[in-house]
């Protein structure tokens, strides 16, 4: 069972008092953490997303972890990316994951299911 997201938030924040952690440069901890939150709420949504896809696919649990590191990796350049060069990447992310072992069908399904993007 994952932890929860409230349970690595408090763990995140002792190691930033501790030191454990680098603090940002405006040594603001409560809005890093709060930040910390927000993108752990957002790979948790994303990565269920990602396996109702699979689900509906019949994707074996053992193949799961190329999808859900291709999900990660698009949602990454969609916050990075737009346009033609968006597509550029993706493009070589799909190309990647299909390397790995991952079948193109499945990939563009979570592209176009979760991202609303066609390739």
């Avoid at 008092?17 to 405006?26: C, I, P, S, Y």
């Avoid at 053992?62 to 990316?81: I, M």
Wanted: charged content about 35%.
């Amino acid at each position: 069972m994952a932890a929860s997201i409230e349970r690595i938030c408090q763990k995140y924040e002792r190691a930033l008092k501790q030191g454990r952690m680098a603090l940002r440069r405006d040594q603001d901890a409560e809005d890093q953490v709060e930040q910390f939150r927000q993108a752990l709420q957002r790979n948790r949504c994303l990565e269920s997303r990602v396996r109702q896809v699979l689900n509906e696919t019949g994707v074996m649990l053992c193949e799961r972890v190329t999808y859900l590191n291709f999900g990660l990796r698009v949602a990454k350049l969609t916050r990075r990316y737009e346009g033609e060069t968006l597509r550029n990447e993706l493009r070589h992310a799909l190309e990647h994951s299909e390397y790995l072992g991952a079948r193109r069908a499945v990939l563009l399904d979570i592209c176009r299911k979760v991202f609303e993007i066609e390739l």
